[in-house]
């Protein structure tokens, strides 16, 4: 998915070298045109108690997945990784995850799924996690990565993408991970 390169006057924009290198590899040839950066907005750090209230959180650490609730985005995987985890490792550590649900998965009880949420509720889901999990393998750019960066949050990340790895790498903000005994 090239979804954040766009053609412009025979050049093309990326957001980073590897998508940039995805482009060069698959097509075979060497696009001109620049790196740029992307801006978001900065907001203070926002206040997780509501949103801690309203999934039923309490004071448990809990890891978060933001995005589309699909196979295709990991979001699966991350299920099964963290379901094997808690197998092996007792404790208060929960998952939620954020956004629209595509897949059932069997419930689990420290796994929730708090639907979509506006802005706001977002922030403060990324304030009040442990560490944002992005277990996409097709990320093209991650701006959830980004947010949770602005909120002072450690993500694990995809470490067969190689665009999460590359900006895992560059932030120093995110361990990237390649497959279960990793995670």
């Keep these: 998915n090239y979804d954040t390169m766009f053609r412009l006057a025979d050049a093309f924009m990326f957001f980073t070298p590897e998508e940039r290198r995805i482009v060069s590899e698959r097509f075979k040839f060497e696009p001109e ?9 900065v907001h203070e750090r926002a206040d997780p108690a509501p949103f801690r209230q309203q999934v039923g959180l309490g004071t448990d650490p809990y890891l978060l997945y933001v995005g589309r609730i699909e196979p295709a985005k990991g979001a699966l995987e991350a299920y099964r990784f ?84 590359g900006q895992a790498r560059r932030a120093k903000g995110a361990l990237p991970y390649r497959g279960f005994a990793e995670f």
């Design 33 to 41: 045109g620049p790196t740029v950066g992307m801006g978001l907005e």
């Design 82 to 165: 963290f379901e094997a985890f808690k197998e092996r490792n007792p404790g208060s550590l929960k998952f939620v995850f954020v956004g629209d649900k595509l897949v059932d998965f069997p419930d689990h009880p420290d796994v929730m799924h708090a639907g979509y949420l506006d802005e706001s509720t977002k922030r403060a889901a990324l304030a009040g996690c442990f560490a944002l999990f992005q277990p996409s393998y097709f990320e093209s750019f991650s701006i959830v990565l980004c947010e949770a960066w602005l909120q002072r949050r450690p993500a694990l990340v995809q470490g067969r993408s190689e665009v999460l790895a």
